[in-house]
């Protein structure tokens, strides 16, 4: 038996079984979690050791992926020409390329040790870093626009990553978020055969109410959410 991390309602009944885990779906606010949860040792090796397709020379599909950043931040361009921008969750540094093409001073972060050798090696002129949260947390910087896409779902402590992103935003900022979104129509009527129940990669799954009202407790007014047909949250936030 757990509590919800987000509305702290007691939850117990399992929701979803699948490659012998299981989720727990919260009565009150809907959220959508891993019990027991991963711990951060676990995670951190799945993105580190599991990755035997990406090296300094290759990364999956990285043409698609970079045209896919450079369509995402035309459309997002507005919100850091000029900046400094953070993507957190990089991976191979597509976006932070992309962002960087358009005029941003652009840095990304990743978890994966391989991913980050790959990026540097791809896009030298631009800053990667492979650290911990606390660890860039203590050297202060600011940024006026974030980017994480299809991040914050793989994430065991989802209030540390939001103390990170509320940490790192400068005053005003933006941020551009993108999660599975648990509560589409599309999304099957048996859960556990929709793909993003992917586990122990994606330990939590959101919806709009709950994602909403964990962004208000950590200083971000959703500005924006942009329609889209897929099962996808895309919300813009403001950093009060």
Not at 135 to 157: M, P
Request: aromatic letters at 12%; charged letters at 25%; hydrophobic letters at 40%.
């Amino acid at each position: 038996m757990s509590n919800c991390t987000i509305c702290k309602t007691e939850t117990a009944n399992v929701f979803i079984r699948r490659d012998g885990f299981e989720y727990v779906r919260c009565p009150g606010c809907g959220f959508v979690f891993l019990d027991p949860m991963p711990d951060a040792d676990f995670l951190s090796r799945i993105y580190n050791e599991d990755e035997s397709a990406i090296d300094a020379a290759s990364y999956p599909k990285a043409a698609s992926r970079g045209r896919r950043a450079m369509l995402k931040a035309l459309r997002l361009w507005p919100y850091f020409v000029g900046r400094d921008a953070l993507d957190v969750g990089c991976g191979g540094g597509f976006m932070v390329a992309a962002m960087r093409r358009l005029g941003a001073r652009a840095t990304g972060i990743d978890i994966s040790r391989e991913s980050i050798e790959y990026a540097r090696a791809r896009f030298p002129r631009a800053d990667f870093v492979n650290e911990s949260f606390e660890a860039f947390l203590s050297q202060g910087r600011k940024f006026k626009f974030l980017y994480s896409s299809e991040v914050i779902e793989h994430i065991g402590d989802v209030h540390g990553y939001m103390r990170f992103l509320a940490g790192v935003a400068a005053p005003g900022a933006r941020l551009y978020l993108t999660t599975p979104d648990m509560d589409h129509p599309t999304v099957p009527d048996d859960p556990a055969q929709w793909n993003m129940v992917s586990p122990p990669r994606h330990v939590q799954l959101f919806n709009e109410g709950n994602l909403y009202r964990l962004f208000a407790d950590y200083g971000f007014d959703v500005i924006k959410r942009y329609p889209k047909n897929a099962p996808t949250l895309q919300i813009l936030a403001r950093k009060i």
